[in-house]
């Protein structure tokens, strides 16, 4: 592939592919990471036909094997990671309630099954009926009802712990005064 | 004079929301809800989700980056891939591909070489991948012979399929691919000393076809395929070697305990036709019901559809099931194939695995192992 071929694809796609990404893994590192194997594998390519759903689609199979490695190796990352952050980087500021935000809908998304997690992340990026069957291999006809329960359940789940917290921190989470 | 009104359901509702929908049907769709209050109601509810769940997601965007300072951004990223092309076109050799295949290669040759040389059998596992040894697969360390197939026959556990392999098999005389090969992708421990001397100018001949392939960003297409194609069939070529080796010391064989679990749902594995057959041993991960799966499976050459990562080839379902099933395989090590019902999502897999070993039901606590014998 040439470098101006990869540059075109990596243009295009890294952003979304990293976004897809790191919604699904909740680490913007590990994301690009993952990112980075998708293109160098896109590289061994001879040409990419229907090329947004073979990224996709090698992104969703490498966060899967990912998926399988031993959590405690992944929390050992992590604390890796948040020690760097301490010394290297400053984190954003982010409000509390944003922060909290974020957990719930980390959690939201964590309650779903896996294939209707992934279809409705691939959804938000934005790919067509056609490349989420192809890269998740569905039936194109059941990519809707598959959206409609994954969003169902997605806002559901969320709504029901925002009421949770909201009624923590209202009554200090006992039922007595 | 009442019509038969078809409302709604979920699924078609996202989808003319999602734009998915051909015109006629969105038509349809369009003036049905139009019309009909109570599918009016789902369309707005179902506009509320799609709503909420971009919000939802959206909020998963805030996480902190930028750990490693100067690698944030495309700039940077596209920087960071072309300099790690650069470095994998360098060192080829240590790619895990090449590596894997010079090591399956080895190996294989140097397992030759042993049992020929020494008939008692002891069994010596070949060195399995460290990929697989996530798997609760047996250490097989007993003195087991490693093909139950003529043990089996002497047993009196009511396998029924090993009645059906015969008592002693002459192994049919491989016909070696003597085509370019890449074989596992699973990078395996360094090799052993070369044995095997027509492996050498094989590797070579990869690793020069892929340097041509990378520098000249040309597609080497004949190359590539051929490359391709000649992995499945270099993965039964090991596979072949083996058993066809083992299988000449048939006459030695050792009675064998049958396992312990009952759950020989009889998984059958077979390569393609005429192949020779051997014991494998199955053994599941969770996550799918042995109901789901086809009762024979029979690994092709043919690259995966898919194409999501070149390791994978098409299986194919034997039997009634066959149309309505598509199958994965690829090799993991030299005598160790998996096959997948997707390459997607996690439903399950199963992997097979040349070796006489019985599993220890114990150990395999969440995992069904049973053995398959493949017949020709």
């Known amino acids: 592939m040439r470098d101006d071929e990869l540059e075109r694809l990596f243009r295009l796609y890294n952003a979304p592919l990293v976004r897809y990404l790191t919604r699904r893994l909740g680490d913007r590192d590990w994301a690009e990471e993952v990112a980075q194997e998708v293109f160098l594998r896109a590289l061994r390519q001879d040409s990419l036909s229907s090329e947004r759903s073979w990224l996709f689609a090698v992104a969703t199979n490498l966060v899967r094997d990912e998926a399988r490695r031993s959590a405690r190796q992944r929390r050992h990352l992590q604390v890796l990671a948040e020690q760097e952050r301490e010394t290297v980087v400053e984190p954003p500021v982010t409000s509390a309630e944003r922060a909290q935000e974020t957990a719930m809908a980390r959690q939201a998304l964590d309650s779903l099954a896996e294939r209707d997690r992934f279809a409705l992340l691939l959804r938000e990026e934005g790919l ?50 | 004079m009442s019509e038969r009104i078809e409302h709604l359901d979920e699924g078609t509702v996202h989808a003319w929301l999602d734009g998915a929908l051909a015109p006629d049907e969105s038509a349809r769709v369009e003036v049905h809800a139009a019309a009909c209050p109570a599918c009016a109601a789902l369309v707005a509810e179902a506009r509320g989700l799609v709503a909420a769940s971009s919000r939802i997601l959206a909020s998963l965007d805030d996480v902190p980056a930028g750990v490693i300072p100067g690698t944030s951004g495309t700039a940077d990223q596209l920087a960071i891939l072309r300099a790690r092309r650069a470095e994998q076109a360098r060192r080829w050799w240590r790619d895990p591909r090449y ?47 490693p093909t139950a197939a003529p043990a089996a026959g002497a047993t009196s556990a009511a396998e029924q399929r090993q009645a ?54 040309v597609a080497v297409g004949a190359a590539t395929s051929a490359r391709r194609e000649a992995a499945p069939r ?41 192949e020779p ?75 097979f695995r040349r070796d006489g070993q019985l599993p220890d039901v114990e150990r395999l606590a969440n995992v069904w192992a049973a053995l398959a014998r493949v017949c020709r």
């Open chain 1, 128 to 177: 067509s009926y056609g490349e989420i069957a192809a890269a998740l291999e569905l039936s194109v006809g059941s990519v809707g009802t598959t959206l409609a329960r994954a969003r169902r359940r997605l806002a559901e789940t969320y709504e029901s712990l925002q009421a949770h917290g909201a009624r923590r921190a209202a009554g200090g989470g006992s039922t007595h005064e």
């Open chain 2, 164 to 217: 059906v392999a015969p008592p002693s098999r002459a192994p049919a005389a491989p016909t070696l691919d003597t085509g370019v090969e890449l074989k596992a992708v699973t990078p395996l421990p360094p090799p052993a000393p070369v044995v095997a001397n027509e492996a050498a100018p094989r590797i070579e001949q990869a690793a020069k076809l892929a340097d041509a392939q990378r520098d000249s960003g």
């Open chain 2, 99 to 145: 590596a894997a295949a010079a090591s399956v290669v080895f190996m294989a040759g140097a397992l030759g070489i042993y049992w020929n040389a020494s008939r008692p059998i002891t069994a010596e596992p070949v060195p399995s991948a460290s990929a697989v040894s996530e798997q609760a697969l047996p250490a097989a360390t007993a003195p087991v012979d």
């Open chain 2, 234 to 274: 270099a993965a039964f070529d090991a596979l072949r070697q083996d058993s066809t080796r083992v299988g000449a010391s048939d006459a030695r064989a050792r009675s064998v305990a049958a396992p312990q679990a009952a759950m020989s749902a009889g998984l059958r594995l077979r390569l393609s036709d005429p």
């Open chain 2, 277 to 351: 057959c051997f014991v494998m041993q199955m053994v599941q991960r969770p996550g799918t019901p042995l109901g789901a799966w086809p009762d024979t499976i029979r690994l092709t050459s043919e690259i995966s559809p898919v194409e999501s990562d070149p390791a994978w080839f098409r299986a194919e379902a034997v039997g009634a099931a066959r149309d309505t099933v598509s199958l994965y395989w690829r090799p993991v090590d030299s005598v160790t194939v998996e096959v997948r019902r997707t390459l997607i999502v996690d439903g399950g897999a199963l992997r």
